[in-house]
């Protein structure tokens, strides 16, 4: 024993040497000696005269001895029947026996380890005890009601108790009445250790019953709930306090339970605790405590004002608590700077509440809360003030009307040239969250020019943070302005910002070549005057910095704006520039002994993908150079969770992480800092950009990148990962075509068919719900997507018929478990609700996530029809007729009606004329959902009928599919453009492309009400929201312009001014192809000057502007 108790404190000690040797001595006596090893470590924890420490060891070995107990080789199988038997008794002798604090609580851990599995109770069924370990709970009980045991003992007992809630509570709920009264006892006690571990214990037993009946019992329980919160906010030990605050952050089962006492019991505890505990991290567990309630039952808790109100006045005290010493907190840059931590939760609460309520319809009662709490906020001290703002920064996503969106602005506009630098700071900081929630309406005439002349002043301000955090808020607005609204303003700005460059601080150096950058971006072309200057100045600011790690942030920054100063001039200007641009990149990438989150990376990547755009093919001579550096990236992968894994990860760096089932059944948590994962993002998209840009260029380095790809397709963090990789990997089948290497084509689509297929095959084997219940829904919806991606872009002649046949069947089949999975839940959460607020209960996200695996398995379907429309029609047009058959009925629910219409529209796309004969299976009812009301069925089905009205035999049904648009896109256009109506402002841009299809190619069947229609599509222009719409929409105005069509063009071209005012609108914006905007120039100079003088006086002024550009530019 003596040599065993030597090892143990070896275990211990300090020296490398002496414990690597002990703990290699302890793990062969554990798989040698098993029995004899667990019995000395009982010895040890009975030998009271031993150190605590080493008494402590052994007990955590003894945890250890006890895991994995259903491993074959687990030391718990060696022990055999009568040493467990043995084990678990000597576990609960000690833990009675055990004096030591720190000991037993040690014991009472290897207890709950131990007996969480070696239980495993149904979760249907009410047993009186667990026959697994039938000793254990009534050991347990007896010891937490016995008040004259220890308080030690009784609370590490109950928190034993608590732990092992998973396995047992079907077993307390069975007890119910002996449960309620060791709880009533346990709750009178003086301990606060006792009387929170109790709490927790409550709390969570409670979030364990989702059936109301169940939690009904223990109402009595509530008035003692609330007197155990009042008292341990008036302990001095906090951590029984922090321990219940944390258990009150459970689920919807526990806010059911709580709901009714919530408001005027639960929330004013935890509302005094959270603004008035002297410690910071108490005051910031009650609040999570109470958005945590209010997150789980949103309908419930929504209806209460008391408690939103509440909420309100917490996140305001927390947002108040801001730093008083002004010349300290000037002095901090505000990327370095430390922000206030409960500023930022009393933030991010509110986004959650706005966001909670948001998802459930209930945002109006809150929003006026939020308004009168803003009013009185901005008219009171500057703290207050900055509150306000930071309001306003976080409400105004959720706010839909245009014209409370401008009075709110005009609040943070007026609060710009505040006295109070902090103040300043906090309105530039709103300034760019409105940009980027309502970026249409801060880029309007009436608000633009004004903010501009702001930005230009701040650039003075005499506290360089508020410059710096003006210059934040650039990024966002900045790229909204219309470049002649911009034009006037930028030689100012340059002027300002060329000093601030060569002169300001390292932190305004970074900030100004960011805003530099953004300048570049906007004027496009107009900021090439600007390129002469700048350019030495970057080069020689990217020389100084090159080797230099400590400012490895501004050197990205130089390279992000030198590759945007390249767009701007494009390939003859930068050439001469762009082989050092180039060196220094690679040189940048190579300097030694780098940080793991070295930024340089990234910044390179994106420059890279920049210039490979400017420079198309001649950026090949650097791709040798740049492409292995990018492709070493995609070698970075999770790692399982263990100790060993965050060790290696920075205690500042995020990590993102999920839960996945291993091959062997088990689940394991994996992990990869957040960094990682951004730099795998950043080169897969960088490639992708490669490969797009140089085409068959790319074909040398095919092969390698293709290998590359593989080592991310089962990538398990995030799904954007594996879609950009499978992207990528269809771009690579794409550049095969182009460059005559079909056999490569070929191997390509096989290898991926090879990888993907099994997964749909899988899922269509599952013999049974429960069986399919492991599906995610989102990897096979990425899966899906990737194989549409792969067949789109590979072309034709790379699949059989047989292939095609068994791609189809097997995506069918798939379809079918997933809607049988479907069903089978409702069924089961039906039987479950007993009201209509346990709804709340399903996990919204992974419905969502299965209604897109659905939709991507229809569409995976559809892309066989793409490139083999022939064998489509012999082997899939059956199939894919009956799905719609099934599903287009009316009286079928939405989401899978909608499923039917993505098949038909990939029907009607691809095969044309061919799919005539099937059109009486779902035309009268795809006319109908033209007029839905609902935009998930309305969208595909006016997408729907423009593809159909290109076939000639549509003729028949062209009057009344016309009128029918023609309303759509009228009382549509007429809602405007609030956030709220961007869905159905799509349906219209689908609706306009098929009404002009119908006037382009049935113009006789239309003819009595042509010009009425041709009015409707018109005014109804530019397309609003979807782009690709947009291109088509677009170029077929053109195109009828240049043709003078009468009804376009108006008598005596009397719409050429509003005709002209769209082309012009849309000139080089996301809604046109280059060759668009090409012929929109041509246009222009083809009018003539004196035409053009005459049309242009009836325009905007920000459309004359813009015209004499594309005047300039079309010459």
């Given at each position: 024993m003596a040599e065993f108790v030597g090892t143990l404190r070896a275990l211990l000690g300090s020296d490398n040497n002496s414990r690597g040797a002990a703990e290699k001595t302890f793990s062969d006596a554990r798989e040698q000696q098993p029995a004899a090893t667990v019995a000395a470590l009982f010895h040890a924890l009975g030998e009271s005269s031993l150190e605590e420490p080493v008494r402590e060891q052994a007990a955590v070995l003894l945890r250890q001895c006890l895991s994995k107990i259903q491993d074959d080789n687990s030391t718990w199988q060696k022990l055999g029947a009568q040493g467990q038997s043995d084990a678990k008794a000597k576990l609960l002798q000690l833990l009675q026996s055990e004096a030591s604090d720190k000991v037993r609580r040690k014991i009472a851990d290897a207890i709950q380890k131990l007996g969480c599995q070696l239980i495993e109770i149904p979760q249907d069924t009410r047993p009186n005890n667990a026959e697994a370990w039938p000793e254990l709970m009534p050991t347990l009980m007896p010891i937490v009601v016995d008040t004259s045991r220890p308080d030690g003992l009784r609370a590490d007992t109950l928190l034993a108790v608590k732990e092992l809630l998973d396995s047992i509570w079907p077993v307390m709920v069975a007890n119910i009445n002996q449960t309620l009264g060791v709880l009533q006892t346990c709750f009178s006690s003086n301990s606060p250790a006792v009387m929170g571990r109790t709490s927790e214990l409550l709390c969570e037993l409670l979030d364990k019953l989702d059936k109301k009946e169940e939690r009904s019992k223990f109402a009595p329980l509530l008035e003692e709930l609330c007197r155990v919160i009042r008292a341990l906010a008036d302990s001095p030990n906090i951590a029984p306090l922090n321990d219940l605050l944390t258990a009150l952050q459970a689920g919807p089962s526990l806010a059911d339970f709580l709901k009714d006492a919530f408001p005027e019991h639960v929330l004013p505890l935890l509302k005094t605790i959270a603004t008035s505990h002297k410690e910071e991290d108490i005051n910031r567990a009650a609040l999570e405590a109470v958005m945590t309630i209010v997150e789980a039952k949103p309908k419930a808790y929504s209806k209460n004002t008391v408690a939103m109100q509440a909420i309100i006045e917490i996140c305001v005290v927390f947002m108040t608590q801001l730093e008083s010493d002004m010349a300290g907190w000037a002095a901090e840059d505000d990327e370095e700077g430390d922000d206030e931590e409960r500023l930022i939760m009393g933030k991010e609460v509110l986004d959650r509440l706005c966001r909670c309520m948001h998802a459930?319809?209930?945002?109006?009662?809150?929003?006026?809360?939020?308004?009168?709490?803003?009013?009185?906020?901005?008219?009171?001290?500057?703290?207050?003030?900055?509150?306000?703002?930071?309001?306003?920064?976080?409400?105004?996503?959720?706010?839909?009307?245009?014209?409370?969106?401008?009075?709110?602005?005009?609040?943070?506009?007026?609060?710009?040239?505040?006295?109070?630098?902090?103040?300043?700071?906090?309105?530039?900081?709103?300034?760019?969250?409105?940009?980027?929630?309502?970026?249409?309406?801060?880029?309007?005439?009436?608000?633009?020019?004004?903010?501009?002349?702001?930005?230009?002043?701040?650039?003075?301000?005499?506290?360089?943070?508020?410059?710096?955090?003006?210059?934040?808020?650039?990024?966002?607005?900045?790229?909204?302005?219309?470049?002649?609204?911009?034009?006037?303003?930028?030689?100012?700005?340059?002027?300002?910002?060329?000093?601030?460059?060569?002169?300001?601080?390292?932190?305004?150096?970074?900030?100004?070549?960011?805003?530099?950058?953004?300048?570049?971006?906007?004027?496009?072309?107009?900021?090439?005057?600007?390129?002469?200057?700048?350019?030495?100045?970057?080069?020689?600011?990217?020389?100084?910095?090159?080797?230099?790690?400590?400012?490895?942030?501004?050197?990205?920054?130089?390279?992000?704006?030198?590759?945007?100063?390249?767009?701007?001039?494009?390939?003859?200007?930068?050439?001469?520039?762009?082989?050092?641009?180039?060196?220094?990149?690679?040189?940048?990438?190579?300097?030694?002994?780098?940080?793991?989150?070295?930024?340089?990376?990234?910044?390179?990547?994106?420059?890279?993908?920049?210039?490979?755009?400017?420079?198309?093919?001649?950026?090949?001579?650097?791709?040798?150079?740049?492409?292995?550096?990018?492709?070493?990236?995609?070698?970075?992968?999770?790692?399982?969770?263990?100790k060993e894994t965050m060790q290696s990860i920075k205690d500042d760096?995020?990590?993102?992480?999920?839960?996945?089932?291993?091959?062997?059944?088990?689940?394991?948590?994996?992990?990869?800092?957040?960094?990682?994962?951004?730099?795998?993002?950043?080169?897969?998209?960088?490639?992708?950009?490669?490969?797009?840009?140089?085409?068959?260029?790319?074909?040398?380095?095919?092969?390698?990148?293709?290998?590359?790809?593989?080592?991310?397709?089962?990538?398990?963090?995030?799904?954007?990962?594996?879609?950009?990789?499978?992207?990528?990997?269809g771009l690579l089948c794409q550049c095969a075509r182009e460059s005559g290497q079909v056999d490569k084509v070929g191997e390509l689509v096989q290898e991926f068919l090879k990888r993907m297929?099994?997964?749909?095959?899988?899922?269509?084997?599952?013999?049974?719900?429960?069986?399919?219940?492991?599906?995610?829904?989102?990897?096979?919806?990425?899966?899906?997507?990737?194989?549409?991606?792969?067949?789109?872009?590979?072309?034709?002649?790379?699949?059989?018929?047989?292939?095609?046949?068994?791609?189809?069947?097997?995506?069918?089949?798939?379809?079918?478990?997933?809607?049988?999975?479907?069903?089978?839940?409702?069924?089961?959460?039906?039987?479950?609700?007993?009201?209509?607020e346990e709804e709340e209960m399903v996990d919204d996200e992974e419905l969502e996530e299965a209604t897109k695996f659905r939709l991507a398995?229809?569409?995976?379907?559809?892309?066989?029809?793409?490139?083999?429309?022939?064998?489509?029609?012999?082997?899939?047009?059956?199939?894919?007729?009956?799905?719609?058959?099934?599903?287009?009925?009316p009286s079928v629910r939405w989401e899978d009606r909608r499923l039917a219409l993505f098949v038909i529209c990939d029907i009607l796309e691809h095969l044309k004329e061919k799919a005539v004969p099937a059109w009486p299976h779902f035309m009268e009812q795809l006319l109908q959902d033209v007029a839905h009301q609902s935009t998930a069925l309305r969208q595909p089905a006016c997408y729907a009928v423009s593809l159909a009205a290109q076939v000639k035999a549509f003729a028949q049904f062209a009057p009344s599919a016309a009128t029918?648009?023609?309303?759509?896109?009228?009382?549509?256009?007429?809602?405007?453009?609030?956030?709220?109506?961007?869905?159905?402002?799509?349906?219209?841009?689908?609706?306009?492309?098929?009404?002009?299809?119908?006037?382009?190619?049935?113009?006789?069947?239309?003819?009595?009400?042509?010009?009425?229609?041709?009015?409707?599509?018109?005014?109804?222009?530019?397309?609003?929201?979807?782009?690709?719409?947009?291109?088509?929409?677009?170029?077929?105005?053109?195109?009828?312009?240049?043709?003078?069509?009468?009804?376009?063009?108006?008598?005596?071209?009397?719409?050429?001014?509003?005709?002209?005012?769209?082309?012009?609108?849309?000139?080089?914006?996301?809604?046109?192809?280059?060759?668009?905007?090409?012929?929109?120039?041509?246009?222009?100079?083809?009018?003539?000057?004196?035409?053009?003088?005459?049309?242009?006086?009836?325009?905007?002024?920000?459309?004359?502007?813009?015209?004499?550009?594309?005047?300039?530019?079309?010459?």
């Open positions: 459930h319809d209930k945002m109006a009662p809150l929003m006026e809360l939020m308004k009168q709490a803003v009013s009185s906020l901005m008219a009171a001290g500057w703290k207050e003030q900055c509150a306000g703002l930071s309001m306003l920064a976080t409400i105004i996503e959720f706010v839909d009307d245009e014209d409370l969106v401008q009075t709110m602005f005009g609040v943070v506009k007026s609060n710009l040239k505040s006295q109070h630098e902090r103040v300043r700071h906090t309105a530039w900081a709103a300034v760019a969250q409105f940009a980027e929630d309502h970026a249409e309406t801060l880029s309007s005439e009436a608000i633009a020019p004004g903010m501009l002349e702001a930005f230009l002043a701040v650039m003075d301000d005499p506290c360089e943070r508020v410059q710096s955090r003006s210059m934040e808020a650039f990024q966002f607005y900045g790229g909204l302005v219309e470049r002649e609204v911009l034009d006037p303003f930028v030689p100012n700005m340059m002027s300002k910002l060329g000093h601030k460059l060569q002169h300001g601080s390292i932190g305004l150096q970074r900030k100004t070549i960011t805003y530099i950058a953004v300048l570049a971006g906007q004027m496009e072309d107009g900021f090439a005057d600007y390129y002469a200057p700048l350019m030495p100045v970057l080069k020689q600011l990217v020389q100084s910095l090159v080797h230099k790690n400590e400012e490895r942030t501004l050197l990205g920054k130089a390279f992000e704006c030198i590759s945007l100063l390249a767009s701007t001039v494009g390939l003859e200007v930068f050439r001469s520039d762009a082989e050092v641009i180039m060196e220094a990149m690679i040189k940048a990438t190579n300097v030694p002994d780098l940080t793991s989150n070295d930024p340089i990376m990234e910044y390179m990547m994106q420059a890279s993908q920049r210039i490979c755009f400017v420079m198309k093919g001649a950026f090949l001579p650097f791709l040798p150079h740049i492409l292995p550096l990018v492709l070493k990236k995609f070698t970075l992968a999770p790692k399982e969770y263990s760096e995020e990590v993102s992480l999920t839960v996945q089932q291993g091959e062997d059944g088990k689940v394991k948590v994996i992990l990869m800092s957040t960094s990682e994962l951004e730099d795998l993002k950043g080169a897969i998209g960088c490639v992708h950009t490669f490969v797009e840009e140089l085409g068959k260029l790319f074909v040398d380095y095919l092969q390698q990148t293709a290998q590359a790809l593989l080592l991310v397709f089962d990538f398990a963090l995030d799904e954007d990962v594996r879609d950009l990789a499978f992207e990528t990997w297929l099994p997964k749909f095959e899988q899922v269509g084997a599952t013999g049974s719900v429960a069986e399919a219940q492991g599906i995610d829904s989102a990897a096979l919806k990425t899966a899906a997507n990737g194989v549409t991606a792969c067949l789109r872009k590979a072309g034709p002649g790379v699949l059989s018929g047989e292939q095609l046949n068994h791609i189809c069947q097997v995506a069918l089949k798939a379809l079918h478990v997933s809607l049988q999975l479907r069903d089978a839940e409702e069924e089961a959460n039906r039987r479950n609700q007993k009201n209509d398995l229809c569409e995976m379907v559809g892309a066989l029809a793409v490139h083999h429309g022939d064998l489509f029609m012999e082997h899939c047009l059956n199939p894919s007729m009956q799905l719609v058959t099934k599903f287009i009925q029918t648009l023609s309303q759509v896109i009228s009382q549509t256009r007429q809602a405007g453009k609030k956030k709220s109506q961007r869905e159905a402002q799509a349906c219209a841009d689908n609706a306009l492309s098929a009404l002009v299809e119908i006037l382009t190619t049935h113009q006789q069947a239309v003819a009595g009400a042509e010009g009425q229609l041709w009015s409707v599509w018109l005014n109804a222009l530019p397309i609003q929201v979807d782009e690709v719409e947009g291109v088509k929409n677009h170029r077929t105005l053109l195109n009828l312009v240049k043709a003078e069509h009468p009804q376009v063009i108006g008598e005596s071209g009397g719409n050429l001014p509003q005709v002209l005012s769209i082309l012009v609108d849309v000139y080089k914006s996301n809604t046109v192809d280059e060759e668009t905007s090409k012929g929109i120039a041509q246009l222009v100079v083809q009018l003539g000057p004196q035409r053009l003088e005459g049309i242009a006086s009836q325009l905007k002024e920000k459309h004359r502007k813009k015209l004499l550009r594309i005047h300039k530019e079309g010459q």
